[in-house]
């Protein structure tokens, strides 16, 4: 939460993967602090559901007399530079200036034991959560950096900590690249009024994690190794993104917080 009363009004965040999930999630709570919301996604419906649910609060809070933010969906694959730089022209396009960036669209594509991971599955990993996470910091941190201001949170995994042994080594090691990539960003423009963090949680209730649970037993595997006897909310994550980009936190970046419910299985 911010320390300043309507921080967030009038300011923009592009949220990437927000068609779902932790990212759709996001969107909602920035909506509910009054800034205007670009919900990105490579699935268009996603996209234009999520940008509709926030259309539907910020009608409500308007009507309610609230500040009210817009919104605006965009259908963009962020393993593609040229959509990328697109996405931020046209977020700047729209609500002139973009204070913050989320960079929540990631996945392990597939599950696979070490040996079986091919060439295909390795770029494709690689391709969304690192050179996604790339791409959108490139694109985005020339604006930030001539507003001498801009905070952006990547999304790590826990996984980089454990390594993701036995079904997600690919990814486990894609997310250790960003939680690094985001170290380095944050440190090279410290001086600068940009901030960079990542997150790195345990397992949170979404599709993703639906399908991380390739079996029943995985399922309760995981459970099971979670202190808390529960999955996140995607909530959860949500108000971390916040709080990290508020004015609450200003001598906090490079730094990825682990958000697990005291541990967990990968
Ligand atoms: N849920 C978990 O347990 C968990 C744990 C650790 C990290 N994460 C990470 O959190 C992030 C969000 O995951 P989630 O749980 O909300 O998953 P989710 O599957 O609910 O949402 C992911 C969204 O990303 C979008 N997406 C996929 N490929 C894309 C692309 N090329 N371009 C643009 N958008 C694309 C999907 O369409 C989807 O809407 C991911 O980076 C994931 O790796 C999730």
């Known amino acids: 939460m911010s320390k300043t009363p309507d921080y967030f009004h ?6 990437t993967g927000a068609g779902s999930g932790i990212g759709r999630a996001t969107a ?4 509910r602090e009054g800034a205007n ?10 996209a234009a559901e999520t940008a509709a ?31 990328v730089n697109d996405m931020i022209d046209l977020a700047i396009g729209e ?40 791409y959108g910091m490139q694109a985005v ?13 990547n999304m790590g995994s826990q996984s980089h900590k454990r390594g993701g042994p036995g079904s997600g080594v690919h990814y486990a090691s894609a997310k250790g690249a ?6 380095g960003v944050a440190r090279e423009f410290a001086t600068q009024g940009i901030r960079a963090l990542s997150i790195s949680p345990g397992p949170i209730d979404t599709a993703f994690q639906a399908a991380a649970a390739t079996s029943p037993e995985m399922a309760a595997q995981m459970l099971n190794d979670v202190p808390m006897k529960r999955f996140g909310k995607a909530e959860e994550i949500g108000e971390l993104v916040l709080f990290m980009c508020s004015d609450a936190c200003g001598f906090m970046t490079a730094d990825t917080v682990y958000v697990n419910g005291g541990g967990g299985f990968r």
């Open 10 to 15: 009038g300011k923009t965040i592009v949220i």
């Open 28 to 31: 909602l709570i920035f909506a």
């Open 37 to 46: 919301v670009v919900c990105a996604d490579i699935n268009e419906n996603a």
């Open 53 to 83: 649910m926030v259309d539907a609060h910020n009608r409500a809070a308007q009507t309610s007399g609230s500040n009210a933010g817009r919104t605006l969906a965009l259908t963009i694959d962020v393993t593609k530079r040229d959509a």
């Open 95 to 134: 609500f002139g200036s973009v204070q913050f960036l989320f960079n929540s669209a990631g996945s392990a594509i597939r599950r696979s034991k070490f040996l079986d991971i091919d060439d295909d599955l390795f770029e494709r990993t690689y391709d969304l959560n690192v050179k996604g996470t790339f």
């Open 141 to 153: 941190l020339p604006h930030m950096l001539t507003n001498k201001f801009g905070v952006i949170v």
């Open 178 to 183: 960003v939680v690094t990539m985001t170290m």
